[in-house]
Each structure stands twice: as structure tokens, then as C-alpha cells.
């Protein structure tokens, strides 16, 4: 087993670049079909209120469901895009003593 630690900062930041555009194509998308998701009721009795209530519900938890991951993904990009400048800050103060 090697004692190694190897970080690629360049891959790093592409993955946080990716999870931001995931995040900028699921919002938009959120977005476009929120509308669709609600249902009026079918008609005005009291079983056709409800159905549409309780589907409209489940609409809303869904909603705020993949808004709730969608925001967790993007603080992921945001952290590794500062695990990536806050490496490569030590790397270079690591290496500085090292010039010729």
C-alpha cells in the first residue's frame, strides 16, 4: 500500500463545472415543468378536490425534493472548487521553497 496522496485539481474543477451545469439543466427544467405537475380538480365535488389536492401535493414535495437536491449539488461544486484553490494555495507554498 503506497502512502501516496494524488489530487487532480484540473479534474477536480471540471467535475465542479459539470455538477453546475446538472444543476443549471435541472433547475431550468424544474423550472419548465412545475406548471404541468398541478392539476385542477376534474370537477367541483368533493372527491374531485381532493384528488387534485392530493396530487398537487405530491407535486410540491416533488418540487421541493429536486430543488432541495439541486442545491445540495451545487454547495458540492462550490466546496470542491474550494478544495481545489485551497490545494493548489498549498502545494505552491509547499513547493516555494524549492525554487532554483
Known sequence: M???????????AKAASALDAIVDRLSTELTAVAPALHVAPAGTDEV???AAST???VADDYLTGAESGA?????????????????DRMETDNTSGFSA
Open 2 to 12: 503506497s502512502n501516496t496522496f494524488e489530487f487532480d485539481s484540473a479534474a477536480a
Open 48 to 50: 374531485s378536490a381532493r
Open 55 to 57: 396530487a398537487n401535493g
Open 71 to 87: 442545491r445540495e449539488m451545487s454547495k458540492l461544486a462550490a466546496t470542491l472548487r474550494a478544495q481545489v484553490t485551497e490545494f
